[in-house]
């Protein structure tokens, strides 16, 4: 493989690069947004100069990897003979068709078309390219050098043979990729988003306060963080994006996101990246307790 593009810098972006750089592939990352690219390049910096303190790798190792990495603001240069992308643009399936649209028109007709996608269905986005069969999901977790697990999505027409190249190729990453179809939330978040929105279900109806949920799923179900700061972290619009896409796509109520979730979306707490959300986390504040009463 020549080298990977990969689209967006943002959070997933830019660990995606970071991950496949230091297994000695070159990347071209894309994004929109000059921006973006830099502040990227910064964070994998930062995250390489933590492995070295940490003696996970070595100064010259940190070196090599920042030197596999190439920034591109234009998609069509960056694309250009590669024969993978990996998408991780904003989750936004107007965005995704149009990039997908573009990208069938600009890659070589056998360049795998990867999504990161957390919930778009993986067949609808094939189906604005002449090379469905070449299309599929590799939804890496956050933050993507640290995690293990990588979900591989086949959609309606992904063929044996891509799926058999992705699965072989995130295990060279040192990842443990697992097989899925495509259907809403496929597996993670299929599994994920109803329990993080029973959790905030059950502050709502006024069960128990956060600390309360938080601590039973953490010290009971030995979960490393409880759902109300894992929602938190992952966003409280992703969540309720994510809900949406399963609560229409099933058209099952059991997916409908909690009046509270909208409501607080609805008010710009979003979580770790808006400074506050079920914790408050302005001014470097470390996940502290809001005295707020969230009852319904
Ligand atoms: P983000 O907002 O941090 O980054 C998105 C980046 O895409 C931004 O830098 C933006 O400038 C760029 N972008 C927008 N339009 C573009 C275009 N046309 N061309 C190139 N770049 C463009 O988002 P994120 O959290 O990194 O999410 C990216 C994808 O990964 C989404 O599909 C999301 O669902 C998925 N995902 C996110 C997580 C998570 O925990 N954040 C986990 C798994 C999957």
Request: proline share 4%; aromatic share 6%.
């Amino acid at each position: 493989m020549e080298y990977v593009a990969v689209i967006g810098a943002g959070t997933m972006g830019n660990g995606i690069a970071h991950t496949f750089a230091q297994s000695g592939f070159k990347v071209h990352l894309i994004d929109v947004n000059m921006d973006a690219l830099e502040k990227g390049v910064q964070t994998i910096t930062t995250n390489l100069n933590r492995m070295v303190a940490k003696e996970k790798i070595t100064d010259q190792q940190k070196e090599d990897t920042l030197k596999n990495i190439n920034l591109f603001t234009s998609m069509k240069a960056g694309v250009k003979d590669t024969n993978l992308v990996v998408e991780a643009a904003t989750e936004n399936v107007a965005l995704k068709l149009k990039i997908f649209k573009d990208l069938d028109e600009a890659c070589p007709k056998t360049t795998i078309l990867a999504t990161n996608t957390s919930s778009i269905s993986i067949t609808q986005i094939a189906a604005v390219t002449s090379r469905p069969e070449q299309v599929i999901g590799m939804h890496f977790m956050n933050p993507v050098p640290l995690m293990k697990l990588v979900e591989i999505i086949r959609g309606y027409n992904t063929s044996d043979a891509v799926t058999s190249t992705i699965m072989a190729l995130s295990k060279t990453l040192g990842k443990a990729p697992v097989e899925v179809n495509d259907y809403p939330g496929f597996v993670a978040n299929r599994i994920l988003m109803p329990m993080l929105n029973e959790a905030i279900e059950t502050l709502y109806n006024g069960v128990a306060g956060v600390h309360e949920i938080d601590t039973v799923m953490k010290l009971g179900m030995a979960h490393p963080m409880g759902p109300l700061q894992l929602a938190d972290f992952i966003g409280l619009d992703v969540c309720l994006s994510i809900l949406n896409v399963m609560y229409d796509g099933f058209k099952n109520p059991k997916y409908a996101p909690c009046p509270l979730l909208v409501n607080m979306v609805m008010a710009g707490k979003l979580g770790v990246k808006s400074g506050e959300g079920f914790y408050d986390y302005s001014q470097n504040k470390k996940a502290e307790i809001i005295s707020k009463q969230f009852l319904n």
